[in-house]
């Protein structure tokens, strides 16, 4: 379990398929589910109780889940950071502070050397995000995802242990 001032950052169970089931009412927030139904977000979970290399949390603010985050092992010594923020959390700086907690934990408790993440590029409010954490833009990835039947550019950001840890 991770703790931030507002928020309590705990594993995922398997109770959470439902609670992230219940965040597709929002339109922007379907397009980012990790499946498509709840039979998908089942398996989703149980894939990740299974294989621990995910670090997957559920970010909970005042006892309400508000948010599913990640910190994913793709190689040795970097990981790429991702989630998704309930949209009635949306504007709070939830996911600022989320992604400074997982930062921390990656570079301090993981001892990574690099964290990357990507974000659609018409995403302003995740590039705003990476870059106020201190991420730097890296370039962009044609065609990267398929969004709604269609393939949509991602832009690719990074943040290095050495830049983390020389923040104030």
Known sequence: ????????LRRIVAADASVLWSWRVHREIVRSL??????GLRAFVRETLQDRSRHQFMAVAGGEPIGLFRLYERGLSDRDIGGLLAKPAWGLGYGTEVARVLLDYGFRRLKLHRIWATCDVDNARSIHLMKKIGMKREGRMREHRLLGGRWRDSLLFAILDSEWKAKP
């Open 1 to 8: 379990m991770l703790k931030s001032p507002r928020l309590v």
């Open 34 to 39: 990790p499946a498509p139904t709840l039979n």
